[in-house]
């Protein structure tokens, strides 16, 4: 992989970004608790076909990280970006980082192309328990105590259902300490997830988005997802769900190929 360049957002921080393959570009928005390094696959997989940006959020890797931390400034960053880009992109992004997305492609309005989201988490009925209503509260006192692994901990038990029994074994592989040494990114994005995982219906005045919008679903993806995307669907004017067969939630990560494929067929036709 080729080294990081920086930029200079706009509230003066540096943002750390990578810019591969060619093509109609497209912004790659990393999940909660990794760098650029972790959405290293997808980015190479679209790069066949796109001008690929990957970077790191701010908060993680070679990137500044400013007190207190603002959501809207992670949309700044994006806004940078697409400078970069050209002036215009398509984004994408799995899991928790869609709602990060989602607001950006709604600030940005026409100089975003289109979106692929691959299994936003939203929680919209009761088919899910609903985040902690004093999860970023908790999160932050974890991260401000030192205790990062229980941030993990927490973060795994309470956002993604993990069974208690199986964290001790999580936490004997590397990924463990490399999600803790992110803990404080938790907080981070349960402030930007907040609204969307509470058990109660999207909001319908959040965004405003015209480009063309697709929700993946894994065909081996929990109920809630499904549910979730189309709640999405009922309530922006271009959102096709689409399913992507015999895959679950980490495919983002674990088959970059076939979800590439799928983005690459809707964003491109």
């Not at 509230?11 to 912004?27: E, F, L, M, R, V």
């Not at 259902?161 to 074994?169: H, T």
């Not at 803790?180 to 109660?200: E, N, S, V």
């Amino acid at each position: 992989m080729s080294k990081l360049s920086t930029l200079t957002s706009a509230d003066g921080t540096t943002i750390a970004y990578q810019k591969t393959g060619s093509g109609p570009a497209i912004i790659v928005i990393s999940n909660v608790a990794e760098d650029h390094t972790g959405v290293a696959g997808i980015a190479e997989a679209l790069s066949k076909d796109f001008t690929v940006i990957s970077f790191d959020r701010r908060g993680r890797g070679a990137s500044g990280d400013p007190q207190p931390y603002d959501p809207a400034r992670e949309i700044d960053d994006i806004a940078a970006l697409i400078e970069i880009a050209g002036g215009s992109a398509a984004l994408t992004s799995g899991s928790g980082g869609c709602g990060l997305t989602l607001d950006a492609a709604s600030a940005l309005g026409d100089k975003i192309t289109g979106l692929y989201l691959y299994e936003p988490p939203f929680i919209v009925d009761d088919s899910k328990p609903p985040a902690p209503a004093d999860y970023v509260q908790h999160q932050s006192a974890l991260v401000a105590a030192g205790k990062r692994s229980e941030a993990v901990e927490y973060f795994m038990t309470e956002m993604i259902g993990v069974p208690a029994e199986y964290i001790p074994a999580m936490k004997q592989d590397p990924s463990w300490d490399a999600m803790a040494a992110y803990a404080h990114t938790y907080a981070y994005d349960g402030q930007i997830m907040r609204g969307l995982q509470d058990g109660k219906p999207l909001p319908t005045d959040r965004w405003s988005i015209k480009a063309p919008i697709a929700v993946a679903v894994g065909g081996n993806g929990e109920p809630f997802i499904r549910t979730g995307a189309h709640a999405l669907a009922a309530i922006l004017p271009d959102v096709t769900v689409l399913t992507l067969a015999d895959h679950d939630h980490s495919a983002f990560w674990m088959a970059p190929e076939p979800v590439a494929d799928q983005a690459r067929t809707f964003l491109l036709g």
